[in-house]
């Protein structure tokens, strides 16, 4: 499986070399300014920070990629992501930092700056063409004016996955030491005799959850914390080997392997097929409900290949699936709702695109890990565009249009959180409870690292080579592109072009690199196209040519 997952089905390793800077595609540019054009007319700019609306479209046609296919809703959700998340790119005297609200909240840290959400501000930001952005943002954690443990916030593996992308080798030996200090503490504060960490519902930011009412303060032992120190100690491994640490790696990967069996051991309800989170009341017994976030631990490929049954409750009724999105609890539980009263953030029925992102990029590495046919490639786009229609809100003038705010009506598509705010004392918005718009353009989730590392399946590995391995199933679009996606120096246009007529370069699956067209095949989901630096091409040959002719034969 491992092999297959390596090489394409010609069996070549190619070169990368030189950069490219400019989009192949060449009404790119236009494309992207007319979406933005279009957000900015339907905006009402609340809030500015260090890119206006008045700039976006220089600022985005400058730093993201290209994205085009059939499903235009899609792909207007796509930009809107990004015309989003440039909003709460914030200069400070301390460098640039991510916000996750736009207006000031009394919660957050210093500049606004909140950790909950800050793994997919690396996940999302790490595609911006801009590298100094996130290695700011990175640095600022751990400059003494962030805070990275006051929320769940897997900081290591973030940044590492930020360097496959910008290469800075010298981000990771400078805070190196500050993400081994980091972990540390999160084992002396989080984990406790048996091997596990543990967290409260609300520091995961996932407060008044059905399993978190199950003790006292919300405590348990969660996949989602147990899940993101493993993901720490894997990242740490790496990082360690990349700063010529090789004794600390193997530290770091015993502690992972570890803590991988103890998950697997202990948070697997063999009853319920599923992860689940073992509430801190004394009993030490599994809480009696599925809960989405028994999905993370495949963010992190986790889990063996026979527990993929999990996924089945994704896509069942009675389980997570609804119209706007996937449940945060099965509907099954006794203790579902879908309230309007209390708090005005529930994790006890609603679904939150926080979560249902998580949920989608553990499914695309499931697709790139697991050989279990429990799940399909429709499957994913089906889901993808589930989450991103419920991207939407009608207008005061009754018009539909984009919109991502907190939590959502998995049944209506009412953003729930927004309904009670708005009326919240007096009739009106409340400062204490953030204000006007709270949650508006919130950056909270991601989305575009959903279609560039999940449905178009650029994805960068340690060794240096870029794996390409597009979630499009098979006969579902007649076209579809992802152009001037930055990538280790490198920039790349993937182009799926069924008839030849769309981009007028050819019929079939082509992959170009800083312009140059390096493949040029039939359309064929089944098979990955790795290219590698210069420096790893023999190594690859020689260990690997009997492999590559062993697929080669079965092909």
Known sequence: MQIKKLFIALGIVLPL??????????????????????FNREDNELYKQDIPN???????????????????????TYYFRWWTYRKHIKKTPDGFVITEFLPDVPWAG??????????????????????????DY????????????????????????????????????????????????WEEEKRDSTGMFWQVDDRDGMEMSVSGHLSEGGRGYRPTINSYMYGEAVAL????????????????????????????????DKQADFYKVIPLNGKMEFSYARELLGYIPWFYNIPPDNYSIAWKQLFDSKGFEASYGPTTVEQRCPDFKISYEGHECQWNGPSWPYLTSMTLAAM????????????????????????????????????????????????TGDWISRTRLKSWKNGTWDDSKGGVERGKDYNHSSFCNLIISGLMGVRPQEDGSIIINPLVPDGCWDYFCLDNVYC???????????KGKKYGRGKGFIVYVDDKCLSHTKWNCKYHIV?????????????KRAAIGKILRQL
């Open 54 to 76: 008045c700039g976006a479209s220089d600022f985005l046609r400058k730093n993201i990629p290209f994205f085009e296919c059939p499903d235009k809703e899609l792909e207007k």
């Open 110 to 135: 210093k500049y606004n700056t909140i950790s909950c959400a800050a793994n997919h501000h690396f996940y999302e930001g790490r595609w911006l063409r801009n590298a100094e952005i996130l290695s």
């Open 17 to 38: 070399h030189m950069q490219g800077q400019n989009f192949l595609i060449k009404d790119a540019p236009e494309v992207i300014e007319s979406y933005v054009n279009q």
């Open 364 to 411: 695309a590495n499931y697709f790139n890990s697991y050989d279990s046919p429990i799940i399909t490639k429709k499957d994913y786009l089906s889901l993808l565009n589930i989450y991103s229609n419920s991207h939407r809100i009608l207008s005061v003038n009754n018009d539909t249009i984009c919109w991502i705010d907190e939590n959502i009506n998995p049944y």
């Open 138 to 185: 990175a640095s600022f954690w751990f400059s003494g004016s962030g805070n990275p443990r006051l929320y769940s916030f897997g900081a290591a593996d973030a940044i590492y996955n930020y360097y496959l992308i910008h290469n800075d080798k010298m981000l990771l030996a400078d805070l190196y030491p500050k993400l081994k200090d980091n972990f540390a503490k």
């Open 531 to 543: 290219f590698a630096p210069k420096y790893r091409r023999k190594v690859f040959y020689g260990e």
């Open 488 to 498: 280790q120096g490198k920039t790349i246009t993937i182009i799926f072009d069924k």
């Open 237 to 268: 491994a790496k990082i360690a080997s990349i700063v010529d640490r090789d004794m600390e790696a193997r530290t770091y990967q015993k502690k992972a392997d570890k803590l991988k069996g103890i998950i697997n051991r202990r948070l697997w």
